[in-house]
């Protein structure tokens, strides 16, 4: 059974930095993505960013420049490293696995930018 464990969401300012983790457990295989969704009160839930186990990465427009997606194969562990942050940043961040056409997501963790 897999499992997706974030950590790192908080409360920060305008302009401030965040850095989530998630770490996958169980029968990962080699070849996969993981990523990043978020979902803020009242909207879908939206890619954030993607890297496969190959290292090839997509952002969402929104956030190309401002947020960097890395992973440690060794670990399956994903990272977001999120600079310049924005109140419409604002939202629950989930990790998510893709693993042989199935889908797995954390339990999500919140990220609040005051302005």
């Known amino acids: 059974q897999v499992q997706l464990v974030e950590s790192g969401g908080g409360l920060v300012q305008a302009g401030g930095s965040l850095r989530l983790s998630c770490a996958a457990s169980?029968?990962?295989?080699?070849?996969?993505?993981m990523g990043w969704f978020r979902q803020a009160p009242g909207k879908q839930r939206e890619l954030v960013a993607v890297v496969t186990s190959d290292g090839r990465t997509n952002y969402a427009d929104s956030v190309k420049v401002r947020f960097t997606i890395s992973r440690d194969n060794a670990e399956n562990t994903v990272y977001l490293q999120m600079n310049s942050l924005k109140p419409e940043d604002t939202a629950v961040y989930y990790c998510y696995l893709n693993l042989g056409g199935l889908t797995y997501w954390g339990q999500g963790t919140q990220v609040t930018v005051s302005s």
């Open positions: 169980g029968s990962i295989f080699s070849k996969n993505a």
